[in-house]
């Protein structure tokens, strides 16, 4: 924060015993009209207008006020100017907090209605979706019956994908543009925001010296706004590898060799993911049908006809294959 020094003024007191208004909180330590001494805790801020200019007055500090007849002293007095009791033990005047002008606020944004009555909806959906699947996931594992299953079928599948080198259109940010990449076409396209200073937000206050003086201060807070930084944004073509064909290899049986398709390569591919899948079917003593995906080798230790005791869903009926004991 900026602070710009506006001035040093004189703080303002009323006489209590003949009346003397706004009298000097520097000049008139006593009271012109009666000769009472000034009391340190009644001085105030002057009205707007009415301000008079401290010059050249050196501050010792605040201002002490005599333990024996309460008259503020400088800083600078060894002795009261008033009764001549030492000044030593004597406490520092309070200062007069000034209450802060608030900073002006910010104009409200007119919020278009629909828009936020929108983003409510939205978010309304959402947490609907996310609690419903939420609670769906909860009943699924935990709520669960036992049944009798019998292992009625399996089936297994490997596959290899084969790539090919093909050219692709993609966009990217300029920076980003691959080597090789051949097609560039970029234009200037909003990539982010950044903060900028937009100005300053300033308010006067005034600070006690303590002294029958206060600084004026002009306090500045920069102020900021979100301005769009732009980038190149660019499509192009590259030569990226694709899947062209899957090769795979199947069968029904616990009985199979299990093993991976065999690939021919042709000129250009290459050999790209491969992937793995073993299930078994099976029949719920009520007549209901079913199959889950598992490891090879619990696919193949669930031998065709054997019957078990699975924990099954309540919803979906999915079985649990982790909880397969033997009847
Ligand atoms: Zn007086
Ligand atoms: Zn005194």
């Known amino acids: 924060m900026r602070e710009d020094h506006l001035g040093r003024f004189q703080m303002l007191w009323d006489c209590p015993f003949c009346g003397s208004e706004k009298l000097l909180g520097l000049d008139h330590r006593h009271c012109p009209g009666c000769g009472s001494p000034q009391a340190a805790d009644k001085r105030y801020y002057p009205p707007e207008g009415e301000e008079i200019a401290v010059e050249d007055h050196p501050f010792h500090g605040a201002d002490r006020v005599c333990p024996a007849c309460q008259t503020p002293m400088s800083k600078a007095a060894d002795f009261c100017g008033s009764c001549g009791s030492p000044m030593d033990e004597a406490a520092a005047a309070k200062l007069k907090a000034e209450a802060r002008?608030?900073?002006?606020?910010?104009?409200?944004?007119?919020?278009?209605?629909?828009?936020?009555?929108?983003?409510?909806?939205?978010?309304g959906c959402v947490l609907t979706v996310f609690g419903a699947l939420a609670l769906f996931c909860l009943v699924a594992v935990f709520w669960k019956k036992e049944a009798g299953v019998t292992v009625t079928g399996h089936s297994w599948a490997r596959s290899i994908a084969v790539e090919q080198q093909a050219k692709v259109s993609e966009k990217a940010w300029k920076e980003d543009v691959p080597a090789g990449?051949?097609?560039?076409?970029?234009?200037?396209?909003?990539?982010?925001?950044?903060?900028?200073?937009?100005?300053?937000?300033?308010?006067?206050?005034?600070?006690?010296?303590g002294d029958g003086?206060?600084?004026?201060?002009?306090?500045?807070?920069?102020?900021?706004?979100?301005?769009p930084v732009y980038g190149e944004r660019c499509s192009y073509s590259v030569m990226k590898w694709q899947t062209r064909r899957t090769e795979t290899a199947g069968g029904t049986s616990t009985g199979d060799t299990i093993a991976w398709p065999v690939?021919?390569?042709?000129?250009?591919?290459?050999?790209?993911a491969r992937s793995e899948d073993y299930t078994v079917?099976?029949?719920?003593?009520?007549?209901?049908?079913?199959?889950?995906?598992?490891?090879?080798q619990r696919w193949a230790s669930l031998s065709p006809?054997?019957?078990?005791?699975?924990?099954?869903?309540?919803?979906?009926?999915?079985?649990?294959?982790?909880?397969?004991?033997?009847r």
């Open 101 to 123: 002008p608030a900073l002006p606020a910010p104009a409200p944004e007119p919020a278009p209605k629909k828009k936020g009555l929108a983003a409510f909806l939205g978010l």
């Open 263 to 272: 690939v021919r390569l042709g000129a250009g591919e290459r050999e790209g």
């Open 181 to 209: 990449a051949s097609g560039v076409s970029c234009s200037k396209e909003q990539k982010s925001t950044k903060r900028v200073q937009s100005g300053e937000e300033c308010t006067t206050v005034r600070k006690d010296k």
């Open 305 to 326: 006809g054997s019957t078990w005791t699975a924990k099954v869903s309540v919803i979906g009926g999915g079985i649990d294959f982790e909880a397969l004991s033997p």
């Open 281 to 296: 079917r099976f029949r719920l003593d009520d007549g209901k049908d079913g199959s889950c995906s598992t490891t090879q």
């Open 213 to 227: 003086t206060y600084d004026k201060v002009n306090e500045c807070k920069p102020t900021y706004k979100e301005e």
